[in-house]
C-alpha cells in the first residue's frame, strides 16, 4: 500500500520568499506523483506531475518539484511567492492496479503568504 | 465542457435522513470517483468506478452508496445520515491511461 505524509500542516511566509512544502512517499512498486492545489472553495486542481523522464518538473506559474527516489520524497518549491500563492497544496502517489488509477493523497499544508 | 459537477453545492441534513450527491462528467471519461474532505485529514477515497456498471469501494466505503448506470453520472447516496458524516465530499473523473484527475467543485455537506 502507499502512503504519504506531508511534514508541515501549516506553511506560513512573506510575499516575494522562497517557500518548500514537503512531501515523502512510501511504495513498493514505481510510482506517479502529483501535487494539487486547493484555493478556498474550490475543489482541487493539478498543479505538476511526476511520471517519469526528469526527475524536475515544473508548473506554468513558477512552481517546482524534485522526484528523489532515493529519499523517497516529491518536495515542491518556488523561489518567490505570491499574495495569490495562498492555498492548500496536496501531495498524492498514484500506482496502477487492477487497470484502475487511485491516488492517495497526503494530509495537506496550508500555505498562507503575507504582505 | 463544463467538466465535473456537483450538485448541490450546500446541504444541512438531520441524523437519519438520505440523500443522493450528483456528480456530472461531460468529457467522456470512464474512470470516476468520490472522496470526502475534513479538516486536516485530506481526502479520503469512499468509491470509485472504472466505467458504467462497475464500482468498486475506496478506504471509507460505510454508509455510502453508489452507482454507475451511465458514463456521465456517479451519484452518492447517504442512506442513514450521521454527524460523521458532516464532510465536504468531491467528484473527480480521468480517462483511462491517464494521470490527472479533474475535480468537481464540492459539495459541502453538514448533518445535525
Known amino acids: 500500500a502507499q502512503s504519504v505524509t506531508q511534514l508541515d500542516s501549516q506553511v506560513p511566509v512573506f510575499e516575494e520568499a522562497p517557500v518548500e512544502l514537503r512531501c515523502n512517499y512510501s511504495?513498493?512498486?514505481?510510482?506517479?506523483l502529483f501535487w494539487y492545489v486547493q484555493y478556498p472553495n474550490q475543489g482541487l486542481q493539478l498543479l505538476l506531475k511526476y511520471l517519469s523522464g526528469s526527475t524536475l518538473v515544473e508548473s506554468i506559474n513558477g512552481f517546482e518539484a524534485e522526484f528523489n527516489k532515493s529519499q523517497t520524497s516529491f518536495h515542491l518549491r518556488k523561489p518567490s511567492v505570491h499574495i495569490s500563492d495562498t492555498a492548500e497544496y496536496f501531495c498524492a502517489v498514484g500506482t496502477t492496479q487492477g487497470g484502475s488509477e487511485k491516488l492517495v493523497f497526503g494530509k495537506g499544508t496550508k500555505l498562507t503568504v503575507n504582505p | 465542457n463544463a467538466g465535473v459537477t456537483q450538485t448541490p453545492k450546500f446541504r444541512i441534513l438531520k441524523i437519519g435522513q438520505s440523500m443522493t450527491l450528483q456528480c456530472t462528467q461531460d468529457m467522456n471519461h470512464n474512470y470516476m470517483y468520490w472522496y470526502r474532505q475534513d479538516p486536516g485529514m485530506g481526502l479520503k477515497l469512499i468509491y470509485y468506478?472504472?466505467?458504467?456498471?462497475?464500482?468498486d469501494k475506496g478506504e471509507v466505503p460505510n454508509g455510502y452508496n453508489v452507482s454507475r448506470s451511465t458514463t456521465e453520472d456517479f451519484p452518492l447516496r447517504l442512506e442513514l445520515a450521521a454527524p460523521s458524516q458532516t464532510s465536504v465530499y468531491f467528484c473527480a473523473s480521468t480517462p483511462p491511461g491517464a494521470d490527472t484527475q479533474y475535480f468537481g467543485p464540492g459539495t459541502r455537506l453538514t448533518v445535525l
Open positions: 468506478s472504472v466505467g458504467a456498471g462497475i464500482t
Open positions: 511504495s513498493s512498486v514505481s510510482v506517479y
